[in-house]
Nanobody, 115 residues
Framework: EVQLVESGGDLVQPGGSLRLSCAASGFIFSNYGMNWVRQAPGKGLEWVSV????????SYLESVKGRFTISRDNAKNTLILEMNSLKPEDTAVYFC????????WGQGTQVTVSS
């Protein structure tokens, strides 16, 4: 059974940092690209970032470029999103999603950026 479990969300002040993790199980993690997707209150899903299977390639939503870094540890079956210089508009539930087909999702972790 495929499972994706996000953690690390919190309330943080503008300009602060957070590190989100996504623990994967039930599939060969190192074979698949992985995504981060977010959903702000009252809004639709917004893709944030993708990393390829071996971590050599990444891509970002324009508004998070230079502030967010996606990475992965294939030995630990873990996907990471480092978020710096956080802004109130980054407030959202953050999900990890498996592969370019977004075929499996985690339950999400809440990130709130507010003073």
């Amino acid at each position: 059974e495929v499972q994706l479990v996000e953690s690390g969300g919190d309330l943080v002040q503008p300009g602060g940092s957070l590190r989100l993790s996504c623990a994967a199980s039930g599939f060969i993690f190192s074979n698949y690209g992985m995504n981060w997707v977010r959903q702000a209150p009252g809004k639709g899903l917004e893709w944030v970032s993708v990393i390829n299977s071996d971590g050599s390639g990444t891509s970002y939503l324009e508004s998070v470029k230079g502030r967010f870094t996606i990475s992965r540890d294939n030995a630990k079956n873990t996907l990471i999103l480092e978020m710096n210089s956080l802004k109130p508009e980054d407030t959202a539930v953050y999900f990890c999603a498996k592969s370019r087909f977004f075929d499996y999702w985690g339950q999400g972790t809440q990130v709130t950026v507010s003073s």
